[in-house]
């Protein structure tokens, strides 16, 4: 009976171990030797596609860090804005990596690791627009950014009518044609754009006197809860070693991994 009992034991112990295996994301992923990282790959110079068509950019390369600290290899999926919290919440991605910004309303749903970067949010007009030169001015107005963005709330929240665009490629020609009045976005990412078209038709107004935390967000759940710990420790060491600085001023031309 004894001996029954102690092989039952260990039956009980290998089971519980299998079950929590099964139900800790950080394991699974350990297992399958990758990670599913979703991100747009259309928004300069977080992640897009460079002149061979390869995916790059900072967030890119962040993700890659990560990965490479947990001993795997970083998958790719792009999808559009909206589809990168839908595919979270559904467990076809792992983690997000694309300059998303943590917000009290984004964390009653997602887990989110410590920052890696810091950013504002910037206004831009047109050149000869003299009526908007401040969030407030927004009031009736119309704007356009991707759908269900920090971005597009904003707008919306100071009175603004918010288009759903993809891509800020699209938006600033909306702009600088003169069928928005206005749009918002990480000052990083127009400082980049206008350092790749420096005769654009637009100019930034006003910006947001808090910085915003990028971080990267994570199912909430029990199962997360290893993984959120090791991507916590991975990005600490990416920022200890200089990765983060070196990175950011690779693609941002200054270093967004500190708060200033």
């Given at each position: 009976?004894?001996?029954?009992?102690?092989?039952?034991?260990?039956?009980?112990?290998?089971?519980?171990?299998?079950?929590?295996?099964?139900?800790?994301?950080?394991?699974?992923?350990?297992?399958?030797?990758?990670?599913?990282?979703?991100?747009?790959?259309?928004?300069?110079?977080?992640?897009?596609?460079?002149e061979n068509d390869q995916l790059v950019?900072?967030?890119?390369?962040?993700?890659?860090?990560?990965?490479?600290?947990?001993?795997?290899?970083?998958?790719?999926?792009?999808?559009e804005w909206d589809g990168i919290f839908?595919?979270?919440?559904?467990?076809?991605?792992?983690?997000?990596?694309?300059?998303?910004?943590?917000?009290?309303?984004?964390?009653?749903?997602?887990?989110?690791?410590?920052?890696?970067?810091?950013?504002?949010?910037?206004?831009?007009?047109?050149?000869?627009?003299?009526?908007?030169?401040?969030?407030?001015?927004?009031?009736?107005?119309?704007?356009?950014?991707?759908?269900?963005?920090?971005?597009?709330?904003?707008?919306?929240?100071?009175?603004?009518?918010?288009?759903?665009?993809?891509?800020?490629?699209?938006?600033?020609?909306?702009?600088?044609?003169?069928?928005?009045?206005?749009?918002?976005?990480?000052?990083?990412?127009?400082?980049?754009?206008?350092?790749?078209?420096?005769?654009?038709d637009f100019k930034l107004v006003a910006?947001?006197?808090?910085?915003?935390?990028?971080?990267?967000?994570?199912?909430?759940?029990?199962?997360?809860?290893?993984?959120?710990?090791?991507?916590?420790?991975?990005?600490?060491?990416?920022?200890?070693?200089?990765?983060?600085?070196?990175?950011?001023?690779?693609?941002?031309?200054?270093?967004?991994?500190?708060?200033?």
């Amino acid at each position: 009976m004894k001996k029954i009992m102690m092989i039952l034991a260990a039956l009980v112990l290998l089971l519980s171990a299998a079950y929590a295996e099964e139900n800790d994301l950080l394991a699974r992923i350990r297992q399958k030797g990758e990670i599913v990282v979703a991100t747009e790959g259309a928004w300069a110079p977080w992640t897009y596609h460079d002149e061979n068509d390869q995916l790059v950019g900072f967030d890119v390369e962040v993700a890659q860090g990560v990965a490479a600290k947990l001993g795997v290899t970083a998958k790719f999926v792009e999808t559009e804005w909206d589809g990168i919290f839908a595919g979270l919440d559904a467990g076809r991605y792992d983690m997000a990596a694309n300059g998303v910004e943590v917000t009290d309303e984004r964390a009653k749903t997602y887990d989110f690791t410590e920052p890696y970067g810091y950013i504002h949010t910037a206004l831009a007009v047109r050149k000869d627009n003299t009526d908007i030169t401040s969030f407030e001015d927004l009031k009736g107005k119309t704007t356009a950014n991707s759908l269900a963005s920090t971005y597009m709330e904003l707008a919306e929240s100071y009175g603004a009518t918010v288009q759903g665009i993809d891509t800020l490629e699209e938006t600033i020609q909306l702009l600088t044609a003169g069928r928005i009045d206005a749009t918002l976005n990480a000052d990083v990412s127009f400082y980049d754009y206008l350092n790749v078209h420096p005769d654009a038709d637009f100019k930034l107004v006003a910006q947001t006197e808090d910085a915003s935390h990028v971080a990267i967000p994570l199912r909430k759940g029990d199962a997360s809860a290893t993984l959120l710990d090791a991507i916590n420790t991975a990005i600490d060491e990416l920022r200890a070693d200089g990765t983060l600085k070196e990175l950011s001023e690779k693609y941002f031309g200054q270093d967004i991994s500190a708060e200033n």
